[in-house]
């Protein structure tokens, strides 16, 4: 365990017997307390288009443009998509998984879906479509 102290759970033995001492584990700690940060997090900086996970990461689709390709894909993905549901971010567009999943064959570029910590964190899985 990376985050464990050695001896803290004999130590705590005696403490918890106190009615307001609580003690969790290191591993714990990790397994749901983080998992738990995670999905207030994501609750509170999640784009509308954005899926979050059990776990607390959010998932979108991503159509990232090749060089000659921008031109009209905002245009179509605004006639294909719902204001919302998507972010232009100008070398690619940023959607909900799904819908990119349906519209795919309508769009030009590469389209994969990201799932990533929340609030712009570590990437945890990208999938090519």
């Known amino acids: 365990m990376h985050n464990a102290v050695e001896g803290a759970q004999e130590w705590a033995k005696e403490l918890v017997k106190q009615e307001k001492v609580h003690w969790c584990s290191s591993s714990f700690k990790d397994s749901v307390q983080l998992r738990e940060r995670l999905k207030r997090i994501a609750e509170n900086t999640a784009r509308p288009f954005d899926e979050i996970t059990p776990d ?37 567009i940023e ?35």
């Open 95 to 129: 959607m909900a998984w799904w819908l990119l999943s349906e519209h795919a064959d309508k769009l030009p570029g590469k389209k994969y879906v990201i799932e990533r910590y929340p609030n712009g964190g570590m990437v945890v899985e990208v999938t090519p479509l």
């Open 56 to 92: 607390g990461t959010i998932v979108y689709g991503v159509l990232d443009m090749h060089p000659g390709t921008r031109d009209g894909v905002s245009t179509r993905c605004s006639s294909l998509l719902e204001p919302d549901s998507y972010l232009d971010c100008g070398d690619r």
